[in-house]
Structure formats: C-alpha cells, structure tokens
C-alpha cells in the first residue's frame, strides 16, 4: 500500500530544473573522468621518452627517501605526580551547566572533549540543543584574545587593574555613572559580584539588553500581573498549542526544554496511549516549529495582532474590532477556538512578538483558558531573559550627554547587534573609559579602550539560575588556558575584594542558596544543581483593559502593514549571532531551508517570480531605511508578500570561522514603544548579482522513491498499522547470502518520525563525538558535507483541500504558502545485506556479528562504489585531510584545536570513505564495562551520541536481542517501517510513521 | 686489564672484611646475638632510619653515646608515652622532627632491643673501619689496600711487558728482513710460478662455468629467487620493530623491580587493569619507595645516578627531604607503537579474558633494559584470538556461550568466534 502522497526534498526537485536533473544523474557532483581517460586520445597518448625517464627518475628517487626516513621516535611523558582521579584513557565527568542547563562535562586526560545533559536534572534532562553540543569548540578557539588589551596592545593584568581603577575613581570623583552593560545576567555568583562592584563605586549601575529581546513580554506581565518577569512553560500539560509566530520549539525562549515537554503528548509511548496533542501554529516564515505544526496557516506579520484578536472574539464571544481578514486565518480561527475551549485548562496561546499589547492580549486569552498554574508558570518564572530595552536607550541618551564615565561590556556586542549601530559607537566615543569582557576583539570590544578577555564557562567558577528556585553549578575541568580572568574576580578586585573566586562562589553558595536544602557545596558539585521551586505555578488571573490594547495593537500593526513586510528572526545556529565562529553550528544546515554558511532572504516562489528572481538570485531588501543585498532562497511555505531574514550573520570581527559570513540584519530592526520590533514594513526588489547558497537540501535525492511513510491521527486511532505499509510486501524474497545467527547483541535503533522536530542537536553531537570534519562553505557546495547523520526535510504540499500527488499537477499549484514538512533522521542504515559491502574491491566494509556495518579506514583505498551503491546515500568521501590542511584553516588546522578531538576515534584521512558507525567506541566501552563488572549489557548503557542529544527521544537505541531492551518494544509498534524495505536490504533502523493531528481526515 | 683489576678488587676487598670482622668481633663486649638484631633491624627499623644518615629518623650512630641503654629500650618501647610524660630529651626529638612520633614496638622484649643496638653498633665500627682504612693505611698495610693501587702496579707490570714484547718483535721483523734481503731472486721465482698457477685455475673454473648453460641458469634463478625472498622478507618486516630497544633516559631495569624485588606489574603499570592505556607510572608512583631507596650500598654512600634522575624530575631534595616547585616530566622512549588506527584495550586483555603480561611483553621480569617482544602486527593479533579461548567465567559470555553449545558442541569457543576478527572490533 503505497502513500499517494508526493514528498519532495526542494523546488529545485519539484520543478525539475535542468541544473537539478543534471546533477542528479551522477552520484558525485563531478563527473569521474573515465570517459576522457578511455577515448581515443587519452589511450593513444605518448608519453615522451625524456618524460618517461625524468618521471621514473624522480619516483626511484622519492621512494629511495621515503625509506631512508627513519620511524619516528616517539616519546611518552607521564604525569610527574599523577592527578588521583585521572586515569589515561578514562574519561572523567564533571557537572558544570551552560545557559543555566546541567550538563556532564566529558574529559579525557584533563581535556574537555564534549557535553551532555545531566540525566538527573531538574527541567531539561535528556538532551540538549546544537549551541550546548557546540560549546565545546569554543574552548579550543584560536581567535580569541590570549592577554588583556589596552588600546589593542597586550599588558600584564595588573597595568590593566591599575587603569581601571583609576578611571573608576575619577568617574566617581567626577560624578560621573559607571555602568555595566550586560546581557541577561541570573547567575547568582557573577550577580553577588556585581552588588560588591556597585557597593563600592556609589554611581555605577547594571544596564541588562538582551539582543533578541523579550522586553514585551516583561512589560506585559508586569501591567497584567503586577510580575514583571518571563513565565515558564510547560508544554506537558497542553493538549492543545496555538502559537501565534512563537517559534518555541526552536528559539523562542528555552526551545530544547519546551520541545522535551512538548514531544511527550506526541511520540510513540504518547501514540500508544491513544493520545495526540494539537498544534496550530499562524507565521510567516516557516519556522522549525511550525513545520512540526498539525495545521499551518500563513500570515503576514502585520497580521499577527489581528489573528489574536479573532481568536480571543471566538474565545470569549466579544466582538472587538480589527480582527484578521485574512480568510484561511479566519477558518483556521474558527475551529482552533472551539478546540481550545473545550480543552480548557489544557490549552495554551503563544505569540512571539516583543510587543506589550500583543502580549498583554495574549494574556487575556490565557486567563481565558485557565492556562496559568499547570501550564504558565509565573511563580517558577523564567530568568533566561531580562533584558530591557528601554534601560539600554537610558545609557545611550546618558552616554551621549557625556554623563558616563566608565562602560564596561559584558556578553554584550551593541556595535553589532543594536539596530543603530552608530548610535553606539558615538556613544562610546563620549564615554570617559570603556572596556569589554569580551574573549575576543569583537566590533564592541575593538571600540572600546581596553579588553578583559574571561575564559569560557568550561574554565570557570561560577553557576546560573535559568529559572527562579532552579541554581545550577559551573566548575571548571581545565585550567584557564589563555591568560584570561573571570569577569567576577576582575569585579572583585576593581571592588578593592582579593576573595579568590572559588572561595566567592563557594561561599555565595552556601549563605545564600544552600541554607535550608539540606545539601553541601560537595553535593551540589556532584548532582550539579540545587531546585527549590514548585513543580507547577498557581493560577493568575490577568487584569488587561482588552479594548485599548486591541486598539493599540490595531494601531501598531497599521505602521508595518504592507505590500511586502519583513519578518527578522533567530537563526538556530548562530543564535543572536553569539556563536557565530563555531564552525560546527556555521556548517549545521537550517532545519527547514538546508542552508549552511550564509543567511538569506526566503521569499514564497511565486512571490520571487513575481519580482523576477530566479534560482541564485540576489534581492535588496530595504526597512527602515536600511538596505542589504541578500542571496535570495525560494522557500515554499512563506507567506505571500513577506521575507524573512535571520539575524546572527554578517559578523565582521569574530574570528576566522564567522568573519564575512552573511549579512547583518540587525540594521533592518526599529525601537517601537520602547521594546525592539524584529518586523517592519519592507521593499524587496531584484539585485543584479548572483550568489549560489551551500545548501544540503537537495544532496542525496530520493528518486521518487516511496521513503516517508505518513498518516492522520484519526486513521492512526482506526489502524495503528495505517500507511506503514507493514502488510503491503507479501511477495517472497530471497537472499543472496547464507543466513547466520547473531547470538550476542544485535545493535539496532528505532527513529520517532513523530518526535523529532528537525532541530539538528543530534547532528552536531555526531560531528562531536566522531570527529567529523567541517569543510566549509564551498565544499558544502560541492556536495561535499561530511555529515554522518543528516536530517532531511521533504514537504507535501496541499491547495484548498486537495492533495496534489502527480508531478504535473503539482506544477499547476498557485499557493506555495501551504505546505507540509516531515523531518527525517538518514544516517548508515546498517543493513544485514549491505549493498556498499559486497562491491568494495578491498573488503574495507565488512559486516559484523552484532549486526553492525564496519567501516575500516585503513583498508579503505577510495573506490567510492560503495557510495555509489548505497541506496541511503549516507556515505562520506574525504576529498582532503581537513584537519591538516591550509585550505581549510577556519577550523580545524591548529594544533590547539585539535585538542577537541575524541581520542577513541580515528580521525580519517584524504581518500578515505567514512560513514556513521553507530558509536562503535561507546558499544565497545559499554562492553568492556560490563565484561569487568562481571554482568551482561543492560539495557541503556550504551547511548548514541545522537541519541543523548535528542530531547525529543526521537532516537532510541538498544540491542534487538533483548526482547524488553527499550528499542525492541519501540520497533514491535505498529507504526515501524523500514525505509526501502522493498529492496531487501534489511536496514537495521526502523523508522516509526509520521502522524498528523489534523481534523479534515 | 678490566679482569685483572676488578679480580684483585674483589680480592682486596674480601681480605678487608674479613679482617674488619675479625676486629669487630673481638670489640664487641657483649654476647649479644647479632644475627637477630640484623633481622629485627631490617624488618622494623630501615623504613625510617639509616646508620649513617638523616632519614625520616635520626642516624642511629652514636646512639649509645647520646642516650642510656635504659633509655633507648623505654624509648624504643613506647616513645608517645615519653614525650607525654615530658621527657625533655624526647620532647626534644619530637620537636626536631616535625613532631612525627616514632611507632610503639611494644611486642619487643629488652633482649631483642639489645640485640638491635648491638647490631647497630657493629655496623657503626664496620663503618667507621671502612672510612678509615684507605686514609690511614696502617692497619692493614698492603694487604688491605683498596682496588686502586692493586691496579696501579698491574698497569706498571703491562707497561713493562707491553716494553719488553714491543723490543722483542723489533729484533725478529729486522732478521727477517735479513733473511728476505739475501734469498730475492728465489723468492721472485716462486711468486711468479705461483700466480701463473693460480691464474689458469681460476680461468679455467669460469669457463668450463660459463660454457654449462644449465648450471649458469640454474645460478641466474637461484639468485633471483634468494633476492626475492629477502626482498620478501624485508617488505613484511617494514614497520615491524620487534627487539626494538631504544634508551631510555633512565636505566630502569625491569629485571631489579619485578624480577628480583618481586613487584606485581599493577604497583606501577594499574591503567592495564583498568584503562586502554598500560600508562608509563607517574614519578610519584616511584617515590613511594625510592624516597627512602637510593641504591647507596652500590655507589659507595651516595644516591644511585639513575634514582637522582628521578629526584631531579619530581624536584625532591633527598638532604632535606623536601619537594621543589620545578618538576620536569620524564620523557621515556616508547617502546610499542601501535599505529593510530588500530584500538587496543589492555584491560579487556588482561582483567576480561586473563592474559598475562609476558604473553604479549615477554619475560619482562628478566629484562634488565625491555624491549618489543611481539612483533605487534595484524597478523598476531589475529593468530592469538584464532587459538585463544574465551574466558567462560564472564556472565557476559553466558549467553554466547549457550548459542556456542548448541551450533558447535564440545569444541572450544574462541575468541575469533564470538567476533575477535571483526575489522570494526580494533579499526574505528
């Protein structure tokens, strides 16, 4: 029983464009050049007789060298007192957290090597997100400083003490303010810190501006709630989502967790109960969260506002004025209403504009629907974000007039992500002494007169409170490896306090955190965190004045209203741009758009061909006043009449990874009503260059072949078994192979379909734990990502209800606004009867007992038939030695970078064919663990690395022989699938059924 | 030369203690049973203290000078209860010494605390004998000279000879130069006849060679077949270093530490039972015995060259029994090589399946300097998991061992069946 269904993985493959057909007819994106080496010429050539000898010459005489090289002689240097913990070749684990999650350290021999969530943590405890995974890299960052600047020269650290000091005091002595320009700081350490600081000199004061801003929700609390704060949410509790642009799955907020909470009412064991949360998501870009969605409607952003005012009309029954007229929107509105109601007290609204009114409505509608307590929580309230925007035009104003004596930056970069760019650095330049924590020179820090690098958080002393009642610990696991200092010891000791900052951070703790927990500092280092909040919120009820704010919004949404309105938004990977020089998140492919290395402008198709722009056009984009030129991406599912452009790109001074790589979009931005508005009213028009983005998306094709296996949440309650296509292969096959018992483990992995959003963590934990090179932009280009795990994205596309199936018909389609997306997890499918294996010419590839697909590099001599016979396409050729080679110098050609490597894995080189091994060093180790412990493998032992990243569980790993092992019960659903099962391959990955909570079916 | 002299060394030396201990005897007043003392000493006593130097304790010579015997025994007895009860002489030890209280031997008896000074004592005049006798000389005279002299006057006696031999030969080259002067033409006849000889010989070897084209054939493949096997040979031996021994920048010798002294190899090399890495000890792990064992017996008095390599690289001060900050690593030579891409694991080989250490290392505990024993190729890996059979004690294996019984009953499990051939099992 085949899916009518037509999946395609891109425009290009749905309108097959010669440049697509070309590319797909051959495996690699160059031709291999038999043909010129087999025509007539290439086998009549003569090699001339000089030529002959001169080459025959220099080979005797090269490999006469090579082997009068003697074997290297290599030493090993022990510890000269041996560290009691250590021992070579094990890893250590050490709490720490990052962005306020806790999280295991990894170290080897005294060196962080990777992170993973802390299973016993409170909140966000199996998986993390691409940044967290990527984290690590940063550490091993050559661009960053390594000694305090003053006017871009190195000095000791006491010339840079004395400096500051002695601004400071003149500031004071002056009258002058001091201020501290931070990001969101809730770490309670760094907070303690900064009150002694603020003690000690009586004008300095905290300024706290978050790039990507939730000021508009604070504000809206604040007027609603009397709560000046950003709830928690816990999307366990809703049966019933409606987010109105909130892309909280992804960046919204604290997307990992909300995703954690939110897959629970969607996955297998969710399934299995017969029960199925909904999700309607209104947008305009497609974001990761509404490609997850059950029903998406297409918005503009101006539209927003209008949509929730429907919404709260059909809640509540009331009739304000400026609902939408947007007709898909209003049907949508109509049903989503009754649904919400009726599921009352487990229904919830999120909107992602940082807008007061907005919000303050948003509340209403909540309060409406009894969300407050279960599902908002504003008694455990967020304190991720508490920036405000208002406090940073205070400082601007104040640092203009000449008022400010001393700026000091922390985690803040408002030369590159404030809209005004100039504004700032001509505040700057009125500012008597300004100096930047920054761990680089970035385009704050090198406006500034001096620079006090801090290290990373894997250096460092400290912890953060992500949540209020929630604190959890940084310790260090390495040394400061630069010459940098914690910006709290630098506080300290500006603040006259010599207190090291272990004995400060200790002490902080146990005054002021662990009095009454019943815990000490050496728990608290062990478990990682400390909660001592409640597990749900009371109930609120919001005090808002509906009709004003209905008005207001009204208002507003007429400034942006426009032919065409641009919709800035969050990149995944880079973030607000912070992570911007981590090669491993630059190369992480957007979860819908595929594209690495570059942001853009997406555009609906028939919107581009409207404006002319075709594949690897370049469109101007103007807002504001502002202009940038952007590569344009035809991206189906954007909303008519808008663009969206991710913000994080098109940094200038982050170092050699980040440097150039697209274009800032901070500019684009405007400051309405005091908090930062990422919409505006636009033009888009066609730029004469072309520009040909790096994207993954249309790699490895599917050739129509039938691999997505999708249903309804309706058929799924008729038929568990619906389009799996379990029953529809009766015919007999046979086997080319002997059959052979595999008696000991049989690895194999189950992939949720359902549960996995796209988010691409897993991808960047493989490229971790694998030492899998990242090849830059251009080699991406060429079809080259090395990537042993990718997730590829097809949509289905659909107009007024009917379904189009046949290519020809799909190009009939007018709306490109209403598409469907189903992510899907392709990695080495390990398949008992390989095709890769039986054409290797070297028996590189062989397969093993426990049912796994080794890849055996030193065998290997670069055939590449093994790629060409995959019909998973998941195989990796190393067209370089990444690692060592100056072409590629972003990364990781440095001796100190190569300190991330994982040591249990061999890095590959040139010529090398690679594919996912199922972490075959961790099967190893958790053998070998239980071989010494005297006891057979229990099940979850051993977890992929993908696997521990998935917050959504969408992973799940385990030995098939075991009958009670977690990934057995998972592949005994009736929702499993193999992928290709058709051509007996026998993949030792099973694949559950997409299913769609939607009403129409 | 070398023989000669160690020879009358030994000789010399031996006569000395033999008259040291008729002296010694004759001194010592007491009856006491030195043997005993000798044990007691060695087994209590050598951990702290030294004859004649500072360790953890005080150097024992002249004890029985500083203190009474009464006094030694109660000291010896229960030295906490002394400085208790304010003793001021051992409230003065204790405080010279850190305050480190020396162990209670209770389980003594005063005969045997007897027995150890008067052991202690005899050692103290076989010392002061030994320092004395090559200063004074008068003692013994000549027979209790030191190896030196012995080799003075056997270098003058060669010297002599070496004369004597050197004017011999002088006269016999110039009588046969003589000899040769007056018969030249007899000898020019004979040497012409003998070349004319030995030519046509060889000539006529080569060519009835050369005209059997068989044999000249046969010879053509022979060497080519010899030169292939060598050439064979030598191309499978590329990057295997088997004997390979480089120096090291310590003599340490394997054949001392676990051959005579008996040391289990996880003392120092523990990471074998439980990591990938045997791990080369840390120097700390060294200073756990060699901070009070220096070798001095062997360099008359002073620390082992090779043990202050190891104090200079942990920065320890053996006068004052101190640490420095200026530790320096100590970079030994590794010895086997695997390549990066292959995995080994000691510890599944040596705690999982029970390998011993000299399967793969040889007889370590022999070695005074080690080397590769195994040739560490693919090839025996693999010959030794095709043979070896898995350890059946693991519950892990229970259930492969069940499936083992059933397809192939009675023949033994090895570890090449249950996957030990598998390329991914070493190579990821």
Redesign the interface.
């Known amino acids: 029983m085949d899916s009518n269904k037509k999946y395609w993985k891109g425009l290009e493959e749905l309108n097959q464009t010669p440049a697509f057909v070309e590319s797909n007819k051959g495996e690699f994106a160059e031709p291999i050049p038999v043909e010129d080496v087999l025509n007539e010429a290439g086998l009549s050539t003569r090699a001339p007789r000089r030529d002959f000898l001169k080459a025959l010459g220099f080979g005797l005489g090269a490999v006469t060298l090579a082997a009068c090289n003697r074997?290297p002689?290599?030493?090993?240097?022990?510890?000269?007192?041996?560290p009691e913990e250590i021992?070579?070749?094990?890893p250590n684990f050490y709490a720490s957290s990052f962005n306020g999650q806790s999280l295991l350290v990894r170290t080897r021999e005294g060196r962080p090597i990777s992170v993973e969530a802390n299973p016993n943590a409170v909140g966000l405890n199996q998986g993390t997100d691409a940044t967290t995974v990527a984290s690590v890299l940063d550490l091993y960052d050559m661009s960053k400083l390594q000694n305090p600047q003053i006017g871009g020269k190195d000095v000791e650290w006491s010339k840079l003490d004395s400096t500051v000091i002695a601004a400071l005091n003149k500031a004071v002595s002056g009258g002058k303010q001091v201020v501290l320009v931070s990001d969101t700081i809730n770490s309670p350490s760094t907070l303690a810190a900064i009150a002694r600081f603020t003690t000690k000199y009586p004008t300095a004061s905290h300024v706290q501006v978050d790039a990507i801003s939730y000021s508009g929700i604070i504000e809206a609390n604040k007027n609603t709630f009397g709560k000046a704060v950003v709830p928690s949410y816990h999307f366990a509790n809703a049966q019933v989502v409606v987010s109105v642009a909130a892309d909280f799955l992804g960046t919204w907020l604290s997307g990992e967790e909300h995703t954690q909470d939110y897959i629970k009412n969607r996955d297998h064991k969710s399934l299995k109960n017969g029960k199925m949360s909904r999700h309607i998501q209104f947008e305009s870009g497609l974001s990761m969260t509404g490609s997850n969605a059950d029903v998406r409607i297409a918005i503009k952003p101006s539209e927003e506002g209008a949509v929730l005012i429907s919404l709260y009309n059909e809640i509540t029954g009331q009739a304000l004025a400026g609902g939408t007229t947007n007709a898909k929107a209003q049907v949508a509105i109509k049903l989503v209403a009754k649904e919400l109601v009726n599921a009352k007290g487990s229904s919830v609204v999120v909107a992602g504009a940082n807008d007061v009114n907005i919000q303050s409505l948003v509340n209403a509608i909540n309060t409406q629907l009894g969300a407050y307590g279960a599902i908002i929580d504003l008694d455990n309230y967020s304190k991720q974000y508490q920036g405000s925007d208002l406090a940073f035009q205070q400082f601007l104003t104040a640092a203009k007039a000449g008022q400010v004596g001393v700026a000091l930056f922390l985690n803040s970069n408002p030369v590159y992500s404030y809209f005004k760019s100039e504004d700032v650095k001509a505040a700057l330049s009125k500012v008597d002494f300004s100096l930047s924590f920054s761990d680089r020179a970035d385009e704050t820090a090198t406006e500034t007169k001096a620079i006090a690098p801090r290290p990373t958080y894997l250096e460092t002393w400290g912890d953060a409170s992500a949540k209020e009642g929630l604190f959890t610990i940084i310790q260090p696991t390495i040394n400061p490896v630069f010459n940098t200092r914690q910006v709290e010891q630098s506080l300290l000791v500006w603040a006259g306090d010599n207190t090291n900052i272990y004995d400060f951070v200790k002490q902080n703790w146990e005054t002021n955190i662990l009095a009454g927990t019943g815990k000490t500092w050496k728990d608290i280092l062990q478990q990682g965190f400390v909660y001592k909040g409640t597990s749900t919120g009371s109930a609120y009820l919001a005090q808002v004045d509906v009709a004003a704010v209905a008005s207001a919004i009204v208002a507003e949404a007429k400034k942006i209203a426009g032919d065409v309105e641009l919709k800035l938004y969050e990149s995944t990977g880079m973030r607000d741009g912070r992570y911007a020089n981590n090669a491993y998140l630059q190369e992480l492919p957007d979860p819908i758009s595929k594209v690495t290395w570059d942001n853009y402008a997406a555009l609906n198709p028939k919107f581009a061909e409207q404006l002319g722009v075709g594949e690897n056009g370049t469109v101007t984009v103007e807002a504001n006043g502002q202009s940038i030129t952007l590569p344009a991406l035809m991206q189906p599912g954007q909303a008519m009449g808008t663009v969206s452009v991710a913000l994080g790109y098109g940094r200038t001074k982050v170092g050699k990874a980040g440097n150039k790589v697209g274009q800032n979009a901070y500019p684009l931005a405007s400051l309405v009503n005091g908090t930062v508005q990422l919409s505006a009213k636009a033009t888009v028009s066609k730029a004469s260059n072309t520009y040909e983005l790096a994207q993954t998306q249309t790699h490895h094709t599917i050739e129509g072949r039938n691999i997505i296996r999708e249903t309804t949440f309706a058929k799924y309650l008729e038929d568990p078994n619906s389009e799996s296509g379990r029953f529809s292969d009766t015919h007999k096959t046979y086997d080319l192979w002997n059959k052979f018992?595999q008696?000991?483990h049989k690895w194999v992995m189950a992939i949720d379909l359902n549960a996995c959003t796209g988010c691409g963590a897993c991808i960047v934990a493989c490229s971790v734990e694998n030492n899998v090179p990242v090849v830059g932009r251009d080699e991406v280009r060429r079809r080259r990502e090395m990537h042993w795990l990718r997730i590829d994205r097809y949509y289905t596309i659909e107009e007024n209800g009917t379904k189009f199936t046949e290519e020809k018909e799909i190009a009939n389609v007018q709306d490109f606004e209403n598409v469907t997306v189903v992510h899907q997890p392709m990695l080495c499918q390990h398949c008992e009867h390989a095709p890769c294996e039986t054409v290797c010419p070297v028996l590189?590839t062989?397969h093993?007992?426990?049912g796994?697909n080794?890849?055996?590099?030193?065998?290997c001599f670069g055939t590449r038939y093994c790629a060409n016979n995959c019909p998973y396409k998941v195989r990796r050729f190393n067209w370089f030695n990444y690692w060592n080679d100056s072409r590629f110098d972003n990364y990781l050609n440095n001796e100190f970078t190569q300190l991330v490597l994982n040591p249990?894995?061999?890095?590959r080189s040139r010529g090398v064919m690679e594919k996912c091994?199922m972490c075959?060093?961790r099967i190893?180790a958790g053998?070998?663990q239980?071989?010494?412990e005297?006891?057979?493998?229990k099940d979850g032992d051993i977890q992929m690395a993908c696997q521990a990243a998935c917050s959504a569980n969408a992973i799940i790993f385990g030995d098939a022989?075991d009958p009670e092992s977690e990934v057995s019960k998972a592949l005994r659903n009736e929702r499993v699938y193999y992928v290709l099962e058709e051509i007996n391959v026998q993949p030792n990955i099973g694949y559950m059924t997409k299913v769609r909570n939607t009403l129409e079916a | 030369m070398r023989n000669i002299s160690s020879v009358l060394g030994r000789l010399a030396k031996s006569v000395s203690v033999s008259l040291v201990l008729l002296f010694a005897v004759t001194l010592t007043s007491h009856a006491q049973d030195l043997k005993e003392g000798a044990s007691l000493f060695k087994a209590n006593c050598t951990a702290c203290h030294k004859i004649d130097k500072k360790l953890t304790g005080p150097a024992l010579a002249g004890m029985t000078e500083r203190h009474s015997e009464e006094w030694l025994i109660k000291w010896i007895h229960n030295s906490k209860l002394m400085v208790d009860q304010g003793d001021p002489v051992a409230v003065a030890l204790f405080e010279e010494y850190n305050k480190l209280l020396m162990p209670a031997f209770t389980q003594f008896s005063d005969d045997q605390i007897k027995n150890i000074i008067a052991y202690v004592q005899d050692e103290e005049v076989k010392m002061a004998q030994a320092a004395s006798a090559p200063a004074g000389g008068a003692a013994g005279g000549a027979a209790s000279d030191d190896a030196s002299s012995f080799m003075l006057i056997g270098m003058a006696a060669l010297l002599l000879l070496a004369i004597g031999v050197i004017v011999v030969l002088n006269r016999v080259t110039r009588t046969l130069e003589k000899v040769i002067a007056n018969n030249q033409t007899a000898i020019e006849a004979a040497r012409l006849r003998n070349e004319a000889h030995e030519e046509s010989r060889g000539l006529k070897f080569a060519q009835k060679f050369l005209k059997n084209k068989k044999l000249v054939g046969f010879t053509a493949l022979l060497v080519v077949v010899l030169l292939s096997v060598v050439g064979w040979q030598g191309m499978w031996n590329i990057g295997v270093h088997e004997g390979y021994k480089p120096v090291q920048p310590i003599k340490f010798s394997h054949q001392i530490h676990a051959g005579v002294n008996q040391i289990e190899c996880q003392y120092c090399h523990g990471g074998a039972f439980k990591s990938k890495n045997a791990s080369i000890p840390s120097a700390n792990v060294c200073m756990n015995c060699h901070n009070t064992i220096t070798a001095s017996d062997h360099y008359n008095g002073d620390v082992s060259p090779e043990i202050l390599k190891l104090y200079r690289a942990v920065d320890w001060d053996p006068d004052t029994r101190t640490y420095g900050d200026n530790p320096r690593p100590i970079e030994w030579v590794r010895i086997h090589n695997l390549p990066d891409f292959a995995y080994f694991n000691h510890s599944q080989h040596v705690v999982v399946a029970g390998v011993e250490c000299q399967t793969c290392h040889g007889p370590i505990e022999t070695m005074e300097e080690v080397y590769q024993y195994s040739q560490l190729t693919m090839k025996w890996c693999i010959d030794c998991h095709k043979t070896t059979e898995v350890n059946a004690d693991n519950k892990y294996y229970d259930q492969l061992i069940e499936a083992h019984e059933k397809l192939k009953k009675g023949e033994k499990m090895t570890a090449a069946m249950i996957g030990g051939l598998e390329c991914g099992k070493c190579h990821y």
């Open positions: 074997t002689v290599h030493k090993a240097v022990p510890y000269v007192i041996k021992t070579p070749g094990i018992e008696p000991g590189a062989v093993s007992s426990e796994l080794h890849m055996a590099y030193n065998r249990d894995v061999t890095t091994s075959i060093q190893q053998k070998l239980a071989k010494i005297n006891r057979k493998v022989n």
